[in-house]
T-cell receptor
């Protein structure tokens, strides 16, 4: 069965520092992987997605993630954090169920950015 | 703006009551998904509809039910409410990725949620 684990429920970085949010997946077949972001009092918004094309995926707001099959990882990075990046980030994997896909989310990582 | 509309945005009710949450998907999307987000359970998949038919079920309680209407909007009905049902309920939608296929990558477009408070 497919599932996803996010390491670290809270991450705090300084403005301008590297952001690294970790995500590991388990899947018996090549997965579709996603990062979503949830800003306060808002719904989830797609940051980026991996669908078996390039292993380095670029998303919005300067974020990117690299699919590493050997490590079953899909970590999210951003070279330089901005105050506006403070939000909750969810890694997700598709789960094949009865021939149809559904999205399974990790527990989320809350990113705090301080001056 | 994702194009997915949810009403009401906030709802306060008492234990034992019943509420209905409404969702209008993005124009052209055939699938609607419902998720529950709470502090202790995180983001939990409840149920999916595709073109009016139930397609997949997750951790949805028997006290909860949903349906998708011919115009593709969906309603989530929560009955015999308990304190633990207090949560954000999200609706999401998408469309199949290819002709004659109902499988898709799983990318979803979320509404802003309905916050339910049960007192």
């Amino acid at each position: 069965a497919q599932s996803v684990t996010q390491l670290g429920s809270h991450v705090s970085v300084s403005e301008g520092a590297l952001v690294l949010l970790r995500c590991n997946y388990s899947s018996s077949v090549p997965p579709y992987l996603f990062w979503y972001v949830q800003y306060p009092n808002q719904g989830l918004q797609l940051l980026l997605k991996y669908t078996s094309a390039a292993t380095l995926v670029k998303g919005i707001n300067g974020f990117e993630a690299e699919f590493k099959k050997s490590e079953t990882s899909f970590h999210l990075t951003k070279p330089s954090a901005h105050m506006s990046d403070a939000a909750e980030y969810f890694c997700a994997v598709t789960l094949a169920a009865g021939g149809y896909n559904k999205l399974i989310f990790g527990a989320g990582t809350r990113l705090a950015v301080h001056p | 703006d994702s194009g997915v509309t949810q009403t009401p945005k906030h709802l306060i009710t008492a234990t034992g009551q019943r509420v209905t949450l409404r969702c209008s998907p993005r124009s052209g999307d055939l699938s609607v998904y419902w998720y529950q987000q709470s502090l202790d359970q995180g983001l939990q998949f409840l149920i999916q509809y595709y073109n009016g038919e139930e397609r997949a079920k997750g951790n949805i309680l028997e006290r909860f039910s949903a349906q998708q209407f011919p115009d593709l909007h969906s309603e989530l009905n929560l009955s015999s409410l308990e304190l633990g049902d207090s949560a954000l309920y999200f609706c999401a939608s998408n469309r199949p990725s290819g002709r004659n296929r109902v499988t898709d990558t799983g990318e979803l477009f979320f509404g802003e949620g309905s916050r339910l408070t049960v007192l």
